[in-house]
């Protein structure tokens, strides 16, 4: 029974948690989902510098939980960073963790900056004639 919920979690984890990066990425785009985008962002930056004041910066406690769930399934050398786990794990490849780390970070800022112009500069300069 054990075995089966952690299989089950670990499911869980990689399907919310790669739709999430999927979120956070892109969800800045869609009109229904800005709001919800920017507070999604503010929480994994969060965790990403305030959390990781004290757990390391770029810390995600959703690739900890994960991780967790991994090592109980014998899961060993898992890379500090999700998204290079994630393209580990799609195509068998170990990508540079410091250009991921860049890149990740590159990328979450341009759609914070996204996601503040969609929400809070456009959303208010439109008017009707």
Do not use: Q
Not at 55 to 72: A, E, I, N, P, S
């Amino acid at each position: 029974m054990e075995l089966f919920l952690l299989k089950l979690l670990n499911y869980f984890f990689f399907t919310f948690h790669s739709l999430l990066v999927l979120f956070n990425l892109f969800g800045w785009i869609f009109p229904k989902t800005r709001k919800l985008h920017f507070f999604s962002l503010v929480i994994t930056l969060f965790s990403w510098v305030v959390l990781g004041f004290w757990k390391g910066f770029g810390y995600c406690f959703l690739t900890d939980w994960h991780y967790d769930v991994l090592r109980k399934l014998g899961e060993t050398e898992m890379p500090n960073s999700y998204i290079a786990f994630l393209i580990k794990t799609f195509s068998g490849w170990m990508p540079d963790e410091n250009l991921v780390e860049i890149l990740t970070l590159s990328l979450t800022l341009v759609a914070l900056i996204c996601s503040i112009w969609v929400n809070f500069i456009t959303s208010g300069s439109t008017s009707k004639k």
